[in-house]
């Protein structure tokens, strides 16, 4: 059968998983589908912290056939936090569809993942998506992704691109986004068109491993395209590792992907993307090859880790309440799992024997896995993140990321106060209708925090993406938070009445009658340094009535972090404690005067 393999690039929420539903959907494959579409769900975004945040984290395969020939949709996480997972997906496509919203055009994260599929040589067809909405300005955005691709050094056959205009939510795809069609045909057809089918060569079997998934049943399956030769069920084969390591092993089962499901198969062909099982102790970038005459492939490279954070067991009073995985052994597996799919992870033992230092990405990477192993049952505490510095031809350097905003025009000079502060330079800055778009360049640790600053300076206005550049010289120290914090004194339930008298000194982070113990930090201080203070303490009690001065407390709400506003948040003295209910921030000495001896040692 003929193939097409094809993967989506788009930024956050520009409608990517939409669109890969419509065409499932018009390829009339899976009733469940049509089931799906009547309660309004998306399929492709099956976690649920992909739902809940409208972002794509793991990349997923779907296939359906249009008119005899068979397409294998790859969909690809649109954040560069996720560096380890687009590299692997663009490996096993022939083509790429570049997704842009109509309105909002090129953002860094499409540039980021763009740039990736422009450098391994890969055609782009581009959709224009979200033409149905107000304000939409198609003609400029195709203008955009012109200019985008030429900056990135694409090719002239690159730059030849196809455009398509339509509304994936609406359902219609056409080559004029003024004439509306009944369905996406337009884009269906440009893909079997454009996107060339994979090359059949013959001879010895060679698969690259380019992602794996998990099942209760079978254990560990390999998945990636095969390049070479075929592959069948029951075969001899070698699995060729790194340090030119190669272990003889044999499959057990063949699948193909069809719908939204697998399908087990005696045979696959070069150029199908399936699906191995029975393969032991194998890892992403390993070759599945001949048993003879084995040939690996060059393994996959992967952007290196930015940032770092100790996680480490839950030793807070509060510890065990909630968590099901508590110890340090639970801790230490999980991570080892984790390591196994998750690319651009890294794990070294911590300074305590309880502890790890984990490398990722940057704090949107590290927080979802500490988000996913929070949904699990474990409990963990989490530190401030560092950023990795490396040294340079004996210069001192930093990661820099390309951040860019979008902001109401009236807010445009805060944005840059506030960037700049944190050592970013303005590169480009340009109106679009009634909002702003700057583009900086600012040092990865300038990020932490800046986006919950935006968005309290804009109203909730601001639009902030950022992806990474590269490694530049040491920028010079950034102004953290100058606020101190505010620590409870005691272990108890927070009283209304000590809040209440307590609310000039700062505000708080949580509402009375709430559990809390010692260490805790209960708000932030209007001051520079910490203050500790007891909200457990209640009223004396009396026969005496006094008249007016027993009205009901009235207290303003407290300030709720989400978990990465809580991480750029702490300070170094400070812990992120996660359970799978609460997130509570602490000091990592809890008790007050270990804190003063600590502090006089280190004056």
Not at 149 to 154: E, I
Not at 328 to 334: D, P, Q, Y
Request: net charge negative; aromatic share 6%.
């Amino acid at each position: 059968m003929d193939i097409r393999n094809i993967a989506i690039i788009a930024h956050v929420d520009h409608g990517k998983t939409t669109l890969v539903d419509r065409m499932i959907y018009q390829a009339r494959q899976t009733r469940e589908q049509e089931k799906q579409e009547k309660q309004g769900e998306l399929i492709l975004d099956n976690n649920d912290l992909e739902r809940e945040r409208g972002i794509t984290i793991l990349a997923k395969n779907v296939s359906f056939v249009y008119k005899g020939v068979k397409i294998n949709v790859i969909d690809t996480p649109g954040h560069s936090d996720f560096g380890g997972e687009v590299e692997r997906v663009l490996n096993m496509a022939d083509g790429v569809i570049l997704l842009v919203d109509a309105f909002e055009g090129c953002m860094p994260q499409t540039r980021f993942v763009l740039q990736k599929a422009i450098e391994m040589g890969k055609k782009p067809i581009v959709v224009i998506n979200k033409v149905d909405k107000l304000n939409c300005r198609p003609e400029e955005v195709q203008e955009e992704v012109f200019d985008l691709m030429f900056s990135l050094n694409a090719t002239e056959d690159q730059l030849d691109f196809r455009t398509v205009y339509g509304s994936a939510k609406q359902g219609w795809m056409s080559y004029d986004w003024k004439e509306p069609t009944e369905d996406i045909t337009a884009l269906l057809d440009t893909i079997i068109e454009v996107v060339p089918a994979p090359e059949q060569v013959e001879g010895t079997p060679q698969m690259l491993i380019s992602s794996l998934e998990y099942s209760p049943y079978v254990g560990r399956i390999a998945v990636g395209r095969i390049t070479r030769g075929q592959l069948k069920t029951g075969m001899n084969i070698s699995l060729c590792k790194r340090y030119d390591i190669i272990q003889k092993q044999k499959i057990r089962d063949l699948m193909i992907f069809d719908g939204l499901g697998k399908t087990k198969v005696d045979t696959v062909q070069c150029g199908d993307i399936c699906a191995v099982v029975g393969l032991e102790g194998f890892e992403i970038g390993d070759t599945i090859a001949d048993f003879e005459k084995p040939e690996a492939l060059p393994p996959i490279s992967v952007d290196e880790p930015t940032m770092s954070m100790l996680f480490m067991i839950n030793n807070s009073p509060f510890f065990g309440r909630e968590g099901k995985f508590v110890t340090s052994r639970h801790l230490k597996e999980r991570l080892e799992k984790e390591l196994e799919k998750n690319l651009a992870l890294r794990v070294k033992p911590g300074p305590n024997a309880d502890s790890f230092i984990v490398y990722g990405r940057g704090v949107l990477h590290l927080s979802v896995l500490i988000e996913t192993m929070r949904r699990e049952g474990f409990e963990l505490q989490v530190g401030q993140p560092k950023v990795l510095d490396k040294t340079i031809n004996g210069v001192r350097c930093e990661p820099i990321e390309n951040l860019t905003i979008e902001v109401p025009e009236e807010f445009v000079g805060k944005a840059i106060e506030i960037s700049t502060r944190r050592k970013a330079a303005l590169i480009h800055m340009e109106n679009r209708g009634d909002r702003t778009h700057l583009d900086f360049d600012i040092p990865a640790r300038g990020l932490m925090g800046l986006r919950s600053n935006l968005l309290t300076a804009s109203q909730g206005e601001a639009v902030v993406a950022h992806r990474f550049k590269g490694y530049e010289p040491y920028k010079g120290d950034i102004e953290r938070r100058t606020n101190g914090s505010l620590v409870s004194l005691e272990t108890g339930v927070s009283v209304a009445y000590s809040m209440d008298k307590l609310q000039d000194r700062g505000k708080f982070f949580i509402e009375p009658g709430v559990d809390i113990y010692e260490g805790q930090v209960v708000g932030e201080h209007t001051r520079e340094r910490d203050l500790t203070i007891n909200i457990c303490k209640t009223k004396k009690l009396t026969n005496m009535r006094a008249s007016g001065s027993d009205d009901k407390v009235m207290l303003p709400p407290p300030v709720v972090f989400s978990l990465e506003e809580m991480l750029e948040y702490i300070q170094e003295d400070e812990l992120v404690e996660v359970t799978p209910k609460s997130l509570r921030i602490r000091k990592i000495l809890l008790h007050e005067l270990d804190r003063k001896r600590k502090n006089a040692d280190l004056d």
